[in-house]
């Protein structure tokens, strides 16, 4: 008990976790893992309580071990840390590619599944067997000995590159700095933006102001800098991030072709013609093909506005603004300054209305009205000062599960905005493992006393994670591999997320949670109404961005020869056909792309899109009944969030909706429907 990642006696004790701590734990965790793992083996008869139960306690707390230090080194990130961690992957993804393909646990879920007690299962543990067979077969558990070791081998370092993937990203960001001496060139920036520059420049020992590619100054310039050469300064900052146009060792190009070739070969051990293939054994979606085809279909009803857009913003730039030629660094200034000209306002000042707290009281009472369970303030160990933690209560005061925020940006700490559990639900004999969660954002910080305000994208980014957490927290499923968003498709985990974004355009959430930093006055509604008259605001631009990215993800992984092909201009074959908005030549977007070479999103970044088919026709069915929120929000609850990976993500919809999705819904939402 000495050591803290070996303490699953209550919430994980992360201020007192060190780097020296990971190795020993493994040691341990290990070590008892393997002796389960054996005695499965071996175990007979067969039964739930004699084999599942007993390989999960054992499996469950190495898991939760090493899912806090993964956690760590994404938010606390040093070198000591980072140390730890590389060290200890291999041995992690070691065990775990064992487990994946132990024919001799194969043999015993083969046995269950065969057993007179499966066919008494309820449907959930039904799930969770036929799971486990479909994942030992995706795992190589069928191979024969030599092609099960090359198998382990590529996912041990696989794992190993994408950590180093998603290292460099974060070294390159935090390598980044431009030191400003003359204040005239900060013109247009926000007030607080101007602040937390100023105090980074001084921490640093150097006069001036500081800027940097943490997304809220990169994004604050980007959008509001009216000095174009400091716009493209940080542009070019950020495109050449982890390229061959910086250090050497922080080039993500090698392993970028590395690990497709990595890729391609584990699927060809399983039989699969690509990875998309593999990829998409787990998904909604059935082959590379359909995707695809989805895509486009998307992409051509899209590209007429998109074009749209794009030429009205030439128009503006060129008329207005005396751009004769519109570069990527100036797209979001001058769509900032369009929106200003047609809707008559600024994210700037509607940021002013949207103070952390009030949108946090506002997002938690809607959590309430839709699912009648409350939010309140909890308290726990934490691994950095600004980290909140919270407690979800039913209408009883029954706990069922908690979570930690951790808002701000900060060197040392991932970029984006993610959910992952810590703990998820679980049913033992000693009662219900209630679900523990992580909510991470990167927001700015409040500065000279003021509260922190969130522009309105993060409002609803946090409302996205949120959205996720609630498909954690609010699971009623008692079996670990199906409980929360585990075993539920990678096509349709985005669905609960972006449902929640719609609620941020209903005037009346939004006038609960605004207040004025300054006065405390709430949104008025004449600029609501801007702001929803503007809420499709280049919807076709962002619409065919999205594509290109999905699309190039796809291709990659399903027709792309890494061994043939350059993967740069692959990427210019797929702006040819879907871009309005081109990055220049020398950007390097796919050393950056974190989602599909160090997350959870290889050949699935078309998730996003085929979600939010689901989640708009969702949204739709609450839209169609405004005066029975509850009743719709309880249904969702019952059908949808509390169900987890317990049954089929289209059946789960089927259950809401009493019909498969409609893309209607999206497309009506976008601004893109057919006249």
């Given at each position: 008990?000495?050591?803290?990642?070996?303490?699953?006696?209550?919430?994980?004790?992360?201020?007192?976790?060190?780097?020296?701590?990971?190795?020993?734990?493994?040691?341990?965790?290990?070590?008892?893992?393997?002796?389960?793992?054996?005695?499965?083996?071996?175990?007979?008869?067969?039964?739930?309580?004699?084999?599942?139960?007993?390989?999960?306690?054992?499996?469950?707390?190495?898991?939760?071990?090493?899912?806090?230090?993964?956690?760590?080194?994404?938010?606390?990130?040093?070198?000591?840390?980072?140390?730890?961690?590389?060290?200890?992957?291999?041995?992690?993804?070691?065990?775990?590619?064992?487990?994946?393909?132990?024919?001799?646990?194969?043999?015993?879920?083969?046995?269950?599944?065969?057993?007179?007690?499966?066919?008494?299962?309820?449907?959930?543990?039904?799930?969770?067997?036929?799971?486990?067979?479909?994942?030992?077969?995706?795992?190589?558990?069928?191979?024969?000995?030599?092609?099960?070791?090359?198998?382990?081998?590529?996912?041990?370092?696989?794992?190993?590159?994408?950590?180093?993937?998603?290292?460099?990203?974060?070294?390159?960001?935090?390598?980044?700095?431009?030191?400003?001496?003359?204040?005239?060139?900060?013109?247009?920036?926000?007030?607080?933006?101007?602040?937390?520059?100023?105090?980074?420049?001084?921490?640093?020992?150097?006069?001036?102001?500081?800027?940097?590619?943490?997304?809220?100054?990169?994004?604050?310039?980007?959008?509001?800098?009216?000095?174009?050469?400091?716009?493209?300064?940080?542009?070019?900052?950020?495109?050449?991030?982890?390229?061959?146009?910086?250090?050497?060792?922080?080039?993500?190009?090698?392993?970028?072709?590395?690990?497709?070739?990595?890729?391609?070969?584990?699927?060809?051990?399983?039989?699969?013609?690509?990875?998309?293939?593999?990829?998409?054994?787990?998904?909604?979606?059935?082959?590379?093909?359909?995707?695809?085809?989805?895509?486009?279909?998307?992409?051509?009803?899209?590209?007429?506005?998109?074009?749209?857009?794009?030429?009205?913003?030439?128009?503006?730039?060129?008329?207005?603004?005396?751009?004769?030629?519109?570069?990527?660094?100036?797209i979001a200034w001058a769509s900032e300054k369009?929106?200003?000209?047609?809707?008559?306002?600024?994210?700037?000042?509607?940021?002013?209305?949207?103070?952390?707290?009030?949108?946090?009281?506002?997002?938690?009472?809607?959590?309430?009205?839709?699912?009648?369970?409350?939010?309140?303030?909890?308290?726990?160990?934490?691994?950095?000062?600004?980290?909140?933690?919270?407690?979800?209560?039913?209408?009883?005061?029954?706990?069922?599960?908690?979570?930690?925020?951790?808002?701000?940006?900060?060197?040392?700490?991932?970029?984006?905005?993610?959910?992952?559990?810590?703990?998820?639900?679980?049913?033992?004999?000693?009662?219900?493992?209630?679900?523990?969660?992580?909510?991470?954002?990167?927001?700015?910080?409040?500065?000279?006393?003021?509260?922190?305000?969130?522009?309105?994208?993060?409002?609803?980014?946090?409302?996205?994670?949120?959205?996720?957490?609630?498909?954690?927290?609010?699971?009623?499923?008692?079996?670990l591999p199906v409980a929360g968003i585990n075993?539920?498709?990678?096509?349709?985990?985005?669905?609960?997320?972006?449902?929640?974004?719609?609620?941020?355009?209903?005037?009346?959430?939004?006038?609960?949670?605004?207040?004025?930093?300054?006065?405390?006055?709430?949104?008025?509604?004449?600029?609501?109404?801007?702001?929803?008259?503007?809420?499709?605001?280049?919807?076709?631009?962002?619409?065919?961005?999205?594509?290109?990215?999905?699309?190039?993800?796809?291709?990659?992984?399903?027709?792309?020869?890494?061994?043939?092909?350059?993967?740069?201009?692959?990427?210019?074959?797929?702006?040819?056909?879907?871009?309005?908005?081109?990055?220049?030549?020398?950007?390097?977007?796919?050393?950056?792309?974190?989602?599909?070479?160090?997350?959870?999103?290889?050949?699935?970044?078309?998730?996003?899109?085929?979600?939010?088919?689901?989640?708009?026709?969702?949204?739709?069915?609450?839209?169609?009944?405004?005066?029975?929120?509850?009743?719709?929000?309880?249904?969702?609850?019952?059908?949808?969030?509390?169900?987890?990976?317990?049954?089929?993500?289209?059946?789960?919809?089927?259950?809401?909706?009493?019909?498969?999705?409609?893309?209607?819904?999206?497309?009506?939402?976008?601004?893109?429907?057919?006249?």
């Amino acid at each position: 008990m000495d050591n803290p990642l070996l303490d699953f006696s209550g919430l994980p004790p992360f201020d007192r976790i060190r780097p020296e701590h990971v190795g020993p734990a493994l040691d341990v965790l290990l070590a008892r893992a393997e002796v389960a793992v054996k005695q499965a083996e071996a175990v007979s008869p067969v039964t739930w309580d004699s084999f599942v139960r007993p390989l999960e306690d054992a499996t469950e707390r190495l898991w939760r071990a090493w899912g806090q230090v993964s956690h760590l080194q994404a938010v606390v990130n040093t070198p000591e840390l980072r140390e730890a961690y590389n060290a200890n992957l291999p041995r992690v993804t070691r065990f775990a590619s064992a487990l994946a393909q132990n024919q001799a646990l194969y043999a015993q879920y083969r046995a269950l599944a065969a057993s007179p007690e499966y066919a008494g299962y309820d449907a959930t543990r039904r799930k969770v067997v036929d799971n486990a067979l479909r994942d030992f077969r995706l795992g190589g558990a069928e191979l024969d000995e030599a092609a099960r070791q090359r198998f382990a081998a590529i996912q041990e370092e696989l794992a190993a590159l994408s950590a180093r993937f998603a290292q460099n990203v974060l070294d390159a960001t935090d390598a980044f700095a431009l030191y400003v001496e003359d204040e005239a060139r900060l013109a247009g920036l926000p007030a607080e933006v101007v602040a937390a520059a100023r105090a980074a420049a001084e921490k640093d020992g150097r006069p001036g102001w500081k800027l940097t590619l943490q997304m809220p100054c990169y994004l604050a310039v980007q959008t509001h800098a009216e000095d174009r050469a400091l716009r493209e300064a940080l542009y070019r900052g950020h495109g050449l991030r982890a390229s061959e146009a910086g250090p050497a060792e922080l080039d993500n190009g090698p392993l970028i072709a590395r690990i497709l070739a990595l890729r391609a070969e584990l699927a060809g051990l399983l039989g699969f013609a690509n990875y998309a293939e593999y990829s998409l054994a787990t998904k909604m979606a059935q082959s590379p093909d359909e995707v695809l085809a989805f895509l486009r279909d998307l992409a051509a009803r899209a590209l007429p506005f998109a074009r749209r857009d794009r030429a009205e913003l030439e128009a503006f730039a060129r008329e207005q603004l005396g751009l004769d030629e519109l570069q990527p660094w100036d797209i979001a200034w001058a769509s900032e300054k369009l929106k200003q000209a047609r809707y008559s306002y600024s994210e700037q000042e509607v940021k002013r209305y949207f103070t952390e707290e009030r949108v946090l009281a506002g997002l938690f009472g809607l959590i309430e009205t839709l699912y009648g369970v409350k939010v309140k303030p909890d308290s726990a160990p934490v691994w950095h000062e600004d980290v909140r933690f919270y407690r979800v209560e039913d209408a009883q005061g029954r706990l069922l599960g908690q979570f930690y925020l951790d808002p701000y940006a900060r060197e040392g700490k991932r970029g984006g905005a993610w959910m992952d559990d810590c703990r998820n639900r679980r049913t033992t004999p000693a009662g219900v493992q209630t679900p523990l969660v992580y909510l991470v954002c990167n927001f700015g910080k409040g500065v000279d006393g003021k509260p922190a305000t969130l522009g309105f994208n993060e409002v609803t980014t946090l409302f996205h994670e949120m959205g996720h957490g609630l498909h954690q927290l609010l699971t009623t499923v008692g079996e670990l591999p199906v409980a929360g968003i585990n075993g539920v498709e990678w096509d349709a985990v985005e669905l609960p997320s972006q449902f929640m974004e719609n609620f941020c355009w209903e005037w009346e959430r939004v006038q609960a949670m605004t207040a004025h930093v300054d006065t405390g006055a709430p949104l008025p509604r004449e600029l609501f109404e801007r702001m929803l008259a503007a809420k499709n605001f280049q919807s076709g631009m962002f619409t065919v961005r999205q594509l290109e990215f999905a699309l190039f993800d796809m291709e990659l992984h399903s027709r792309f020869d890494p061994a043939r092909d350059d993967f740069m201009q692959l990427l210019e074959r797929v702006r040819d056909e879907v871009a309005v908005n081109r990055a220049p030549a020398w950007h390097r977007f796919p050393h950056q792309f974190s989602h599909i070479f160090a997350g959870g999103y290889a050949a699935g970044y078309y998730s996003y899109k085929w979600a939010e088919v689901l989640s708009a026709d969702a949204y739709a069915a609450f839209e169609e009944a405004p005066d029975r929120l509850a009743e719709t929000g309880a249904r969702f609850l019952r059908e949808i969030l509390s169900r987890g990976g317990s049954r089929s993500a289209l059946e789960n919809f089927v259950a809401f909706r009493g019909r498969p999705p409609r893309i209607d819904a999206l497309l009506r939402h976008s601004g893109m429907a057919a006249a």
